[in-house]
Structure formats: C-alpha cells, structure tokens
Nanobody, 120 residues
Framework: QVQLVESGGGLVQAGGSLRVSCAAS????????MGWFRQAPGKEREFVASIPWSGGSAYYTDSVKGRFTIARDNAKNTVYLQMNSLKPEDTAVYYC?????????????WGQGIQVTVSS
C-alpha cells in the first residue's frame, strides 16, 4: 500500500522559514515524479513544485521561485520542500503527491496534507 506522509508544518512569522517533509513508502518510486501542491482557504488546489525521483530538473510555480526549494533523499525515500522568505499568502494546506513519469493535476497518490500558517 502506497503511503505519502507529510510532516514539519506549523506556524511561522512572515519572512521566516519552514521545511516540510514527505516520507514515501509502499512501492518503488524510481519512475515517479514527486511534488507538492497547496490549497488555501476558499481557493483551488495549486501546484507548487516537483522533482523527478531519479534525477532531473525541478519545477516551481512562479510565486515561489527563488524562495522554495524541493529536494529528495533517495536513501530515506523522502522529499522535502524548504520554504524561505515566507509570506502570509503562502498559508495553505500543503499536499505531497506522486505520479508516474509526469506530475499532473490528478496525481496517482496524495498525502493527507499538512497545515502551514504564515502570520503577518
């Protein structure tokens, strides 16, 4: 059974940093693209960042470029999202996701989500 389990969310002041993690288990993810989405209150879920499990370029939505970094640790089967210079508009539930070959808006697997709140 595939599981994506997020951790590391919480409350941080604007301008601060936070790192969320996604521990993946239940299958081999070598052909998968891992990513993060987020959903703010009253808004649709949106793509944040992605990275291929086996290497390759990371992609980011424009609003987080230069502030967020996605990375993976293959030995730990874990994907990270390092968030710096956080803004109140980054407040959302962050979801880890995985999909074979290419990450779309309907990934094969979702995590349960984790709250990130940025206070002004």
């Amino acid at each position: 059974q595939v599981q994506l389990v997020e951790s590391g969310g919480g409350l941080v002041q604007a301008g601060g940093s936070l790192r969320v993690s996604c521990a993946a288990s239940g299958r081999t993810f070598s052909r998968y693209v891992m990513g993060w989405f987020r959903q703010a209150p009253g808004k649709e879920r949106e793509f944040v960042a992605s990275i291929p499990w086996s290497g390759g370029s990371a992609y980011y939505t424009d609003s987080v470029k230069g502030r967020f970094t996605i990375a993976r640790d293959n030995a730990k089967n874990t994907v990270y999202l390092q968030m710096n210079s956080l803004k109140p508009e980054d407040t959302a539930v962050y979801y880890c996701a995985a999909e074979a070959w290419r990450l779309t808006a309907t990934p094969d697997y979702w995590g349960q989500g984790i709250q990130v709140t940025v206070s002004s």
